[in-house]
């Protein structure tokens, strides 16, 4: 059973740091694309920031781009994303998701075939 979990979510304060992790299990993502996306509440989910197979290709929405830093360690089949500068509107659940496909990195949703259950980011002004 393939699963993605999600962890190091919190409550914050405006201008503080957080790093989230995502730790697959069940199969490996070494060859394939992983992504973060968030859901702030009453608005649809949204793209972060996807990292393609070997790390060596990143990809961030504009509204976290120089505060944000996606990464993954393929050893240990899990990603990381790096929140810096957070602000109140960076309030979400996010959520890690990965691709069945291998070598290409796309940032649709609906190419990720797996989705953890999300964890909760809070920034306070």
């Known amino acids: 059973q393939v699963q993605l979990v999600e962890s190091g979510g919190g409550l914050v304060q405006a201008g503080d740091s957080l790093r989230v992790s995502c730790a697959a299990s069940g199969r490996s993502f070494s060859r394939n694309a992983m992504g973060w996306f968030r859901q702030a509440p009453g608005k649809d989910r949204e793209f972060v920031s996807v990292i393609n197979w070997n790390g060596r290709t990143t990809y961030y929405a504009d509204s976290v781009k120089c505060r944000f830093t996606i990464s993954r360690d393929n050893a240990k089949n899990s990603m990381y994303l790096q929140m810096d500068s957070l602000k109140p509107e960076d309030t979400a659940v996010y959520y890690c998701?990965?691709?069945?496909?291998?070598?290409?990195?796309?940032?649709?949703?609906?190419?990720?075939?797996?989705w953890g259950q999300g964890t909760q980011v809070t920034v306070s002004s």
């Open positions: 998701a990965a691709v069945n496909g291998i070598y290409y990195t796309p940032t649709g949703q609906d190419k990720f075939d797996y």
